[in-house]
C-alpha cells in the first residue's frame, strides 16, 4: 500500500468546513442541566432540552471541540435498532420492543428533518443498509431479525435477499445473500455534528470548549457539582455524563464497558468501480463477522471501508492506537481488496480511527446513578449515530424530571454481565479478539476453525457478553 495520510481525527473532519471557536470556561457558573461531553449523545440531549429549559440554564462541558471524537470520525451509518429486534424482544417483549425500535426510526427521519430545517449539510442519505453474508459461517447473519420482524407483523422494515438480489445492488464477488433494513441512512459525521453544535450555540446553549471535567459530586444542599482541570465549578440541578469510551474510567460505570477501535479507509473518487460493481444506490453495507466490516459510498462517489476489528484498551487508557495504528490499517487495506478487488492500484486517501465503547449486551445502556442526580447514555458499541438521538431524547427526559424510564432504561438489568476489572478484560478481550480474527480468516477461505479455537472465540458467550451484531 503507498503512503496514505494517517491522522487521529480523519478525512470527514478534515472535509468538514472549520468550526468557529467556543470559549473555554474562565468562571464558576451555575445551571439547570450541566452536560459533560460534547458528542453526538450530549449536543443532542441540549437540543431536546430546548424543548423544556432556557437555553441559558444548560451548560455543556466539553474537553476539546464538540464533535472531533468519535461522533465526528466514525463510519456514518445512521441505523436504526432493527437487527437488535430478537434480543429486544427477549428483554423487554414484543410490544415494548416494537415501540423502541420504531422510536430508533423516529430518530433517523428527525435526523434528517433537522439537517433540512437549519441547513446542516451533511450528505444525508436513506437508501438503507444491507448485511451481506461474506463467507458460509455469515449466511445467517441478521436473519432472525427478519423472522423477528416478520411475527411482529412488520416484514418490509427487515427484508430477506437473495444472493443474486445483493448483487444487483453491490457485485462484489464475495457476497452471498443478505438482509435489507430500508429505513436507514448515511451521513457525514463530522458535518452533522459539527452543524448541530452551529445550532446549539446559535440558540444560546452555553458551550465550553477546551474544558475537561474533573470531578463530578453531589452538591452540598442537592444537585451536583462539576470541577473543572482549571479549578472552574459549575453547580446545576442535574448532570448528564455523555462521555463515550471515557465512562470506563468512571468508577461507578467501569465495568458496564469495555473499549476496543474501529478504523476507517476512504478512497479517491471510483466512479468506474461503482459503475462495474452497480453500487450506485447510495446503501450502507456491513458483513456478517462479528468484528464487522462496514462500509458505504460518499456523493462524489469514494468508498468508505471501516473494520471493528481494533485493539483492546486497557481500561479507558486509549494511548494513541485506537485513533492510529498502523498496522490495523494494513488489515483493513487487505480486508477491502478481498471485498472489492476492483481497487487494486487505487488511491486510499486518509485512515483513521476511533474508540468504541462496547456494552456487554451490544445495547445501548441509558439511566441514573443511585447516588446523585446524575444520568448517563453510553455503550453504543459502534452504532451510535441515529441511538445516540434517541437515548438523548430520554436523558433529557430525566433531567427534567419527567420520566424515571422507558424502555431504554429497562435495558440493563442487575443480572447482566459485568467486564472484568484490568488486568483481566485486557489480556482476556485481546485473546477472544485475536482467536475470533483467525476464526473469520479460515472461514473465509472456506476453511474450518478447530473446536479449540472456536472455543476461544465464543468464550465471552460463557460470561454472558454479547459479540457481534
Known amino acids: 500500500m503507498h503512503e496514505i495520510r494517517h491522522s487521529a481525527h480523519g478525512y470527514w473532519l478534515e472535509e468538514a468546513p472549520a468550526p468557529e471557536p467556543l ?140 444472493p443474486e438480489e445483493v448483487r444487483r445492488r453491490c457485485a462484489s464477488p464475495v457476497f452471498r445473500g443478505g438482509v435489507y433494513v430500508p429505513d436507514e441512512a448515511t451521513v457525514q459525521p463530522a458535518r452533522l455534528a459539527l452543524g448541530l453544535r452551529r445550532v446549539l450555540a446559535e440558540r444560546g446553549v452555553r458551550i465550553f470548549e477546551h474544558t475537561r471535567a474533573r470531578r463530578l459530586a453531589p452538591a452540598a444542599g442537592g444537585g451536583v457539582a462539576v470541577t473543572t482541570a482549571d479549578g472552574r465549578t459549575v453547580r446545576a440541578g442535574r448532570a448528564v455524563l455523555a462521555i463515550n469510551a471515557a465512562a470506563r474510567g468512571f468508577r461507578p460505570l467501569r465495568g458496564r464497558l469495555a473499549v476496543t477501535s474501529s478504523h476507517v479507509l476512504i478512497t479517491e473518487p471510483v466512479p468506474d468501480v461503482l459503475e462495474q460493481l452497480g453500487w450506485t444506490g447510495g446503501e450502507n453495507i456491513t458483513d456478517g463477522r462479528t468484528f464487522v466490516h462496514y462500509f458505504r459510498t460518499t456523493p462524489d462517489k469514494r468508498i468508505a471501508f471501516g473494520w471493528g476489528g481494533g485493539r483492546i484498551a486497557w481500561g479507558a487508557r486509549l494511548g494513541g492506537r485506537t485513533e492510529v495504528d498502523p498496522d490495523v490499517v494494513r488489515a483493513t487495506h487487505r480486508h477491502l481488496l478481498r471485498v472489492f478487488p476492483q481497487l487494486e492500484g487505487r488511491r486510499i486517501e486518509h485512515a483513521w480511527g476511533g474508540p468504541i465503547d462496547v456494552s456487554p449486551s451490544h445495547l445501548p445502556q441509558v439511566g441514573t446513578l443511585p447516588e446523585a442526580p446524575v444520568h448517563y447514555a453510553f455503550g453504543f458499541t459502534g452504532n451510535g449515530v441515529g441511538p445516540s438521538h434517541l437515548a438523548a431524547r430520554t436523558l433529557a427526559a430525566l433531567a427534567t424530571g419527567e420520566t424515571a424510564g422507558d424502555e431504554l432504561t429497562a435495558l440493563h438489568g442487575d443480572r447482566d454481565a459485568k467486564v472484568p476489572p484490568e488486568p483481566l478484560a485486557w489480556a482476556g478481550g485481546s485473546l477472544v479478539r485475536l482467536a475470533n480474527l483467525r476464526k473469520e480468516e479460515l472461514e473465509e477461505q472456506g476453511r474450518v476453525p478447530s473446536p479449540g479455537l472456536r472455543a476461544i472465540a465464543g468464550a465471552p458467550r460463557m460470561l454472558g457478553i454479547h459479540l457481534g451484531r
Do not use: K
Not at 38 to 57: C, E, F, N, Q, V
Not at 58 to 72: D, N, T, Y
Open 23 to 162: 470559549p473555554r470556561l474562565t468562571e464558576d457558573l451555575a445551571a439547570e442541566v450541566v452536560i459533560i461531553g460534547g458528542g453526538y449523545t450530549g449536543m443532542w440531549t441540549a437540543w431536546h432540552l430546548l424543548d423544556r429549559l432556557a437555553p441559558s440554564s444548560i451548560v455543556l462541558l466539553e474537553a476539546s471541540i464538540c464533535g472531533h471524537g468519535p461522533s465526528g470520525r466514525n463510519g456514518g451509518f445512521c441505523e436504526t435498532l432493527w437487527l437488535n429486534l430478537p434480543s429486544l424482544r427477549e428483554r423487554l417483549g414484543d410490544e415494548r420492543a416494537l415501540r423502541l425500535v420504531l422510536r430508533s426510526v423516529e430518530s433517523v427521519e428527525a435526523i434528517g428533518a433537522f439537517c433540512e430545517e437549519h441547513g446542516v449539510d451533511a450528505w444525508y442519505r436513506r437508501r438503507g443498509t444491507i448485511t451481506a453474508s461474506a463467507a458460509p459461517a455469515q449466511d445467517d447473519a441478521g436473519r432472525d431479525a427478519v423472522a423477528a420482524a416478520a411475527a411482529l407483523g412488520v416484514p418490509e422494515r427487515v427484508v430477506a435477499l437473495s
